[in-house]
């Protein structure tokens, strides 16, 4: 038996939203899917809606129905500010205050790395590390984490703020050598968020089982994340392509990489991710 009834994903024509749609449907009768961008037809289980999470309307309606949510729909890196305050701060509020209006009770929101990106490399961070954001992204996923706190004492709401630091098929760089995070152990990482028996307001990184790792999980122990890749396996793939970064150059300095290193958006050159 599925644990939920109708588990919503954001995001979900997006990298990480595409690994959710598989990794999460059995443990839901219905997946709905939502986003702005077109999705693959909705299979025998799934239902699709497209609408901006910057309106208010639209996210009640598709809010309506489910018992949980994974919050995956956003501007995904540093974007112009309007962009990060309509799809990310709006959007972030506007799930929220529609899960409190139908009465849904745990929300798994997709916060990230950059929500502390300039804690030094050698600080050895944990989940209680305060907020230092290193954009206005990063700002924007320290808005919603508060505002998931918010929600739970006031309004009893639990939620799992993952901050992902930086999940794809394989590392690419240095860096990733400790910020990796497997496809598959994100879809452990989510699924122990949704069933595990009480989360509250849970912060936990999402990275696998690196070797060096920026980050601590220890006093996150009640999830049962227990991630089963490593990004050490590519360490000589990696190394032979990539030279070491220059020790004092933000990029290497600071956990959020070349985010830290990043102007203003609104006067830079666009990131893609
Ligand atoms: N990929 C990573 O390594 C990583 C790391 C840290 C955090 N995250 C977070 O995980 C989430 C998913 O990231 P991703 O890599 O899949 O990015 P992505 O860009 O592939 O997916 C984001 C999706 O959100 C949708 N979206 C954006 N604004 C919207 C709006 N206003 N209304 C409706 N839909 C909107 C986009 O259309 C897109 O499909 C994001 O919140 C991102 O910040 C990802």
């Known amino acids: 038996m599925p644990r939920y009834n109708r588990i919503l994903i954001t995001g979900a024509a997006g990298n990480l939203g595409r690994v959710l749609r598989n990794g999460l449907a059995p ?16 299979e025998a289980h799934e239902e ?3 609408c901006e999470l910057g309106n208010f ?18 501007a995904p890196l540093e974007r112009p500010w309007e962009e990060i305050l309509d799809s990310s701060i709006k959007g972030g509020y506007n799930i929220y205050e529609a899960a409190r209006q139908h009465g849904v009770k745990r929300i798994i929101y997709a916060s ?8 030094r490399r050698e600080s050895g961070a944990d989940t209680d590390t305060a907020h230092n954001p290193d954009t206005l992204y990063g700002v924007s996923k320290c808005f919603v984490e508060d505002l998931a706190k918010m929600y739970f004492n006031k309004f009893g709401i639990e939620s799992a703020c993952l901050r992902i630091n930086s999940c794809y098929p394989k590392p690419a760089d240095r860096r ?10 994100l879809v452990h990482l989510v699924e122990r968020c949704l069933l595990s028996e009480r989360i509250a307001h849970t912060v936990v990184y999402g990275i696998s089982n690196n070797q060096e790792a920026f980050f601590s999980n220890h006093k996150v122990a009640h999830l049962g994340y ?6 050490e396996k ?3 793939e990696i190394e032979a392509v990539v030279e070491p970064g220059d020790p004092h150059d933000p990029a290497v300095e600071y956990v959020g990489g070349f985010l830290c290193a ?12």
């Open 226 to 231: 227990r991630p089963k890749d490593s990004a």
């Open 262 to 273: 990043y102007g203003h958006p609104d006067e830079s050159e666009r990131l893609e991710p």
């Open 48 to 50: 699709t809606v497209i």
């Open 27 to 42: 443990l839901a009768t219905k997946l709905r899917l939502t986003d702005r961008g077109e999705m693959t037809p909705p």
């Open 112 to 119: 990230s790395v950059h929500a502390v990106g300039y804690e």
């Open 57 to 74: 309307e639209a996210i009640m309606k598709v809010v309506e129905g489910c018992d949980a949510i994974v919050h995956f729909g956003a």
């Open 234 to 236: 590519y360490r000589q």
């Open 176 to 185: 990733h050598m400790a910020t990796w995070l497997s496809f598959d152990d």
